[in-house]
Nanobody, 124 residues
């Protein structure tokens, strides 16, 4: 299993940007499909973005498409989420997740490893 630690969250005004990072420890990071999810207060955890082992395939939730970009650096064992044009409805705790398959998934129950989450708050 890989251990994941997110960072980069914070408070930002609407229209601003943030870059989240998720550092992994453990072996074979490049073998994992990775995803970002988020959970707002009182709501279920929802899919944000996913990326395949070699960055060849990415997928985004419709709500973030065109504003967020997922990327990974296998040499640094890190996955990123670049968030632009942030909106108040993007406010949530953001989690990275990993599964030992080449491709990610939009379904949270298909991931075995999770980080502790990082808070993103977008003010209007």
């Amino acid at each position: 299993q890989v251990q994941l630690v997110e960072s980069g969250g914070g408070l930002v005004q609407a229209g601003g940007s943030l870059r989240l990072s998720c550092a992994a420890s453990g072996r074979s990071f490049s073998s994992y499909g990775l995803g970002w999810f988020r959970q707002a207060p009182g709501k279920e955890r929802e899919f944000v973005a996913t990326i395949s082992w070699n960055s060849g395939m990415t997928n985004y939730a419709d709500s973030v498409k065109g504003r967020f970009t997922i990327s990974r650096d296998n040499a640094k064992n890190t996955v990123y989420l670049e968030m632009n044009s942030l909106k108040p409805e993007d406010t949530a705790v953001y989690y990275c997740a990993a599964r030992l398959l080449a491709f990610g998934s939009t379904k949270s129950d298909e991931y075995a490893s999770w980080g502790q989450g990082t808070q993103v708050t977008v003010s209007s």
